[in-house]
């Protein structure tokens, strides 16, 4: 992937200056040079691209003038997922705003005059920016998703630690979004760490996830770290192989990449309460060569999508043609002219069966329940030059334009997804807004499907909105109203040498077969053989299928152990797992520099606050959609607890995850 660099501007030298002396890596590209010649077609091109609620707030950041916040040019509310770029101003109004950012641009950029903006001041431009009451509470977060703020914890002392002992090895397992964000914090601390991954190559799922059609349903520049040279993303809703090389390239500009033991695999863990030390198994090589990595602090960043779970189906064996999870995509498969058979339409089969449609003779898609799917006319759109120049150019344009996307994509639907006890309608829906969108998204399938009526019954789900996970429509329902794609609602009752048969007794002749039937993410770090103190299983602390943590990332029993993406962290209302990585990070970064300076060995979860914890998330959740009756979801452990997504907002797990209280956990002191 490439990388810009920075500006050798003064402007770009003193904000580089200043935001490294406070520890903050800002996600906005610095000023051109102002000292240049600015191509003007060139400007007005870009500024004619450009989002007016963004350029408003940075006209307002460089200039300081107020009439850039204030009536005839404040943008006008807009709840799409990706709001309006003209702001919902008058033509005129629009056009003022863009004159005055191409003789801004065209004459050279001064020092900002708001350079960061105070607490006060960054409320009202979100406020302005998005035409809402935005809560005081996100403030903090969003100064620091904004680069306005250190986004990167840092030791107490400006000389660092002074341990006389060393600093803690850190074993971390798992280079994948996780890892990588505990990693940028271990290395710019000088803490010591290693990274166990079992691939060849960091990355994770989007190393591992190799399917056609695969992305993100997120907005990058939304699904992105808050540190580091902003991506050039050539499209909003990238496609993996763009994600895969951003999450290398943060690796390497960080310096993570050396710390990372590719081809190696944790097979087992053990706490050695005498030494305060985690001793871990390692296999790496062809599976003969076993090893051992004793480290102080063990983290787990294996996350919760990467065990593929495939269905105990009959005769699955007598197959004989290529049979496999769509996380294991063969990448020498041929499909042009073969009967293809992808079971399950969830948010992978939503990407891989239009990708494959035109390549397949014939495409049987097996579906165990219908899914709600939104429209999003930007899945597929590119991000224009225009846009790229000011994201690269422009002071502050690239953290507005994260912000906007990242409210859209945030808490503003959880209102949506709370149980109203005074609706007449549950079985359809949760309140009188849940009840709209399930109209917008019935009318939707309705008009999409309307030249194939018999499509409808089959596509129209009987469960309220989101409470599966919501998907994107990717041309769904025009693929599977294709002559050659037929949509299979009958159950399967077995697997066949050439096809499958489901229970209404029809063979469905197949030369291939692709499992996207989703993940194990009820094991998590359990699955690593993790022994803690006292010789205790984490596999028996979580046995019947319900996994619980401090705040998703600490567990009783288990001394200097940390997980990342655990229990009730996945995000299912919003948001980005690499927001809730960094949250987590810094968490457990902040833990381990005040072990340091503190000088504690180890620190374990007390058992009330985890209860608490678990208390408060299993009564959160009461309240919420996934608990709903009537349907089934993978959030849910077979005893119908919710066990995966987060009921919280996101600034409200951010603001749990800021600091670390070891008032939480019972701490050992070093031993001389």
Known sequence: MSDSGTDSSPLGAALESRNRSAGAMPNYRPAMDPHADPDEPSIRAAVADADLRVLLLCLFQITGDECWLEPPHRPVRDVRLVADEHAGLPPEIQADVRAAAVDLLRSGIPQPAIAVPDDTTLLRMMRVCLDEQVEEAYVPMM????????????????????????????????????????GVQLARLGI??????????????????????????TPNHAYSFSFGTPEPWSRYFSPRSEIHGYLERIAVEHEVAPHIRFGTEVIGARWDEASCTWHLDLRSGDGDELDRLDAAIMISAIGQMNLPSIPDLEGASTFVGPAFHSARW???????????????????????????????????????????????????????????????HVPFYAAWFRFTLLWRYGDGLLPFLV????????????????????????DHIVSSLADHPQLVDACLPTYPPYGKRMLIDNGWYETIARPDVDLVTSPIERITPDGIVTEDGLHHPADVIVYATGFHVTDLTARLGVLGRGGQRLDEAWADDNPTAYLGITVPGFPNLFCMYGPNTNLGHGGSIMFQAESQARYITDAIVQMVERDI??????????????????????RMIWTHPGMSTWYRNRHGRVVSVS???????????????????????ATR
């Open 143 to 182: 100064r620091d998703q904004l680069g306005f703020a250190p986004a990167l914890v840092d030791w107490s002392s400006a000389e660092g630690p002074k341990r006389d002992r060393g600093l803690p090895h850190v074993a971390v397992v798992g280079a994948g979004v996780s890892g990588i964000a505990i």
């Open 192 to 217: 010591p760490f290693t990274i166990i991954e079992k691939n060849e190559r960091a990355g994770g799922v989007w190393f591992e996830n190799r399917y056609p059609g695969c992305g993100v349903d």
């Open 330 to 392: 063969p990448d020498d498969l041929d499909l042009d002219g073969r009967r293809v058979a992808v079971i399950g339409t969830g948010a992978t089969s939503m990407q891989l069966v239009p990708s494959i449609a035109d390549r397949a003779g014939h495409l049987d898609v097996f579906q165990r329940s219908a899914q709600w799917v939104r429209p999003i006319a930007e899945y597929h759109r590119e991000v224009s030059t225009g846009t790229q120049w000011l994201l690269d």
């Open 419 to 442: 149980k109203d006890p005074d609706w007449p309608h549950p079985e359809r829906s949760l309140n009188r807004g849940n009840d709209r969108h399930r109209q917008e998204l019935t």
């Open 601 to 622: 060995d180890a620190i374990e979860c007390r058992r009330e606050p985890h209860d608490r914890w678990v208390r408060d998330v299993d009564a959160a959740h009461e």
């Open 647 to 669: 009921p919280f907002r996101l600034v409200d797990y951010w603001s749990m995850t800021r600091h670390a209280d070891l008032d939480d956990y019972v701490a050992s002191p």
